[in-house]
Each structure stands twice: as structure tokens, then as C-alpha cells.
């Protein structure tokens, strides 16, 4: 079993940034995919960035709509993974989800189906 914690959502003005952070438990950590998904109200859950925990160069992978934008990483003592968004638009208004895979694939699982574990989601609101 795995535990994931999101928190670091909130509510931001167009053009600003957020960092979110995902604490994985109850699995080793290095032997995890880790992706972010979100859903905006009245739409579909949808990826956004994903790491192979145990990466090398080339080892992520990022939606087209946040390319340039979000930055996922993560930090092996703390056992979490983060998102760092930037330069972030309305249309990024949504909850993130942190999801987790015991699977590793190159590039890293960008669908749904590929993730056994999800986190409770954490709420990003961007204003115009």
C-alpha cells in the first residue's frame, strides 16, 4: 500500500506560481512512478506531469498545455514529490491529484489506468 499527501494549493493571481507537494508513504520511494493529474469542474480527470522517481535525464514527462510552465521534482529524504507551477493561467484552475505507480516505464505513465494509488487532491484557483 501507498500513502500520498498533497497540500500546497491555494488561490493565486494569473501570472503567479504555486509549489505543490505530494509525501509519499508506505512504499519505497524510489521504486514509484509519480504523476499529477487534475480536474476542472465539470471536466475530466486529466495528466499533467509525471517522474519516474529513480530518473535519469529524460525521465519525466509533462502535458502540452504546461510545458515550460510546471516543473515536477522530487527530494529522496522527505519522500515527496513537488510541482512547481509557474506563470499560471485560469484555465490551470482546478484540484491536482498526486498519483502513484509501482510500474516504471520510459517516458513515464501519462494515463489514468497506469496509477494504483491517488492522494485526497488539493484545490488551485487561479484569478484573472
Known amino acids: 500500500q501507498v500513502q500520498l499527501v498533497e497540500s500546497g494549493g491555494g488561490l493565486v493571481q494569473a501570472g503567479g506560481s504555486l509549489r505543490l507537494s505530494c509525501v509519499v508513504s508506505?512504499?519505497?520511494?524510489?521504486?514509484?512512478?509519480v504523476g499529477w493529474f487534475r480536474q476542472a469542474p465539470g471536466k475530466e480527470r486529466e495528466f499533467v506531469a509525471a517522474a519516474v522517481i529513480n530518473w535519469t535525464a529524460g525521465s519525466t514527462a509533462y502535458a502540452d498545455s504546461v510545458k515550460g510552465r510546471f516543473t515536477i521534482s522530487r527530494d529522496y529524504a522527505k519522500k515527496t514529490v513537488y510541482l512547481q507551477m509557474n506563470s499560471l493561467k485560469p484555465e490551470d484552475t482546478a484540484v491536482y491529484y498526486c498519483?502513484?505507480?509501482?510500474?516504471?516505464?520510459?517516458?513515464?505513465?501519462?494515463?489514468?489506468?497506469?496509477?494504483?494509488?491517488w492522494g485526497q487532491g488539493t484545490q488551485v484557483t487561479v484569478s484573472s
Open positions: 498519483a502513484a505507480s509501482p510500474r516504471t516505464q520510459y517516458p513515464p505513465i501519462a494515463t489514468m489506468a497506469g496509477y494504483d494509488y
Open positions: 508506505g512504499r519505497s520511494f524510489g521504486g514509484n512512478t
